[in-house]
């Protein structure tokens, strides 16, 4: 299994970007992707999160401006940042989980390589 991310980028507070996670497996759609964020010095977060039957989680700090998307028809993920603000500003990586795969005893996940997002006029 392997994430390819993209976007990502310098944004000027108030600005919007989209971030993409492709998905290059020959197996069945993931259960979960996610994205988290680290920002320097801090633990990596979970962000936004969407299931199988497309049920979302948001972080309380990015509801009602980002959106979590999935297209598992091509296995690609997204997450459109929207009125960015200077704390969001990390490097967000992608995640998936299969939760019926299992190998060495867990469930199947991988991680992309990560986008660095500025958020900085």
């Known amino acids: 299994v392997q994430l390819v991310q993209s976007g990502g980028g310098l944004v000027q507070p108030g600005g919007s970007l989209r971030l993409s996670c492709q998905i290059s497996?020959?197996?069945?759609?993931?259960?979960?992707m996610a994205w988290y964020r680290q920002a320097p010095g801090k633990e990596r977060d979970l962000v936004a999160s969407?299931?199988?039957?497309?049920?979302?989680y948001y972080l309380d700090p990015v509801k009602g401006r980002f959106i979590v998307s999935r297209d598992n028809a091509n296995n690609w993920g997204y997450l459109q940042m929207n009125s960015l603000k200077p704390e969001d500003a990390a490097v967000y990586f992608c995640?998936?989980?299969?939760?019926?795969?299992?190998?060495?005893?867990?469930?199947?996940?991988?991680w992309g390589q990560g986008s660095a997002v500025t958020v900085s006029s």
């Open positions: 969407i299931d199988s039957s497309d049920t979302t």
């Open positions: 995640h998936v989980r299969w939760e019926t795969i299992i190998v060495d005893g867990r469930p199947l996940e991988a």
């Open positions: 497996t020959g197996i069945f759609a993931p259960n979960t």
